[in-house]
């Protein structure tokens, strides 16, 4: 089994997110539209909340590139979708003959 790596997020996707959230859109919409974990969602608004969210200015992300790393993420779960279909259908063939 592979170990997964934290995600790690930038300052203006995380105030995105919680731009989206104030912005009267559910948690749960916006998690699935930002492909987050709800609690990574959750930390980001209690951070906004708190004034801790507007820390050091990190270099800034175009909505292309945002695009591109959930286009990776959506590649590498499709392509491990894949995998474990391809190995299931393999234990059924087996089974059959």
Known sequence: M???R???????FKQEAVRLVESDQSQATVTKTLRVVEQTLFNCTKANRQGRLNG??????SAEQMEIARLRAELTRVKMERNILGKATAYFAKGTK
């Not at 050091?56 to 992300?61: A, C, P, T």
């Open 2 to 4: 592979t170990k997964l």
């Open 56 to 61: 050091v200015e990190h270099k800034l992300v």
């Open 6 to 12: 934290r995600a790690r997020y930038t300052l203006e």
